[in-house]
């Protein structure tokens, strides 16, 4: 189950580096 985990953080991350730029 930690590969999904990492794959919702890295989504999150991304969706977070969209709302930062």
């Known amino acids: 189950?930690?590969?999904e985990f990492k794959?919702?953080?890295d989504r999150?991350?991304?969706i977070h580096?969209?709302?930062k730029t």
């Open 17 to 19: 580096n969209k709302k």
């Open 12 to 14: 999150a991350d991304a």
């Open 1 to 3: 189950k930690v590969r």
């Open 7 to 9: 794959r919702l953080q």
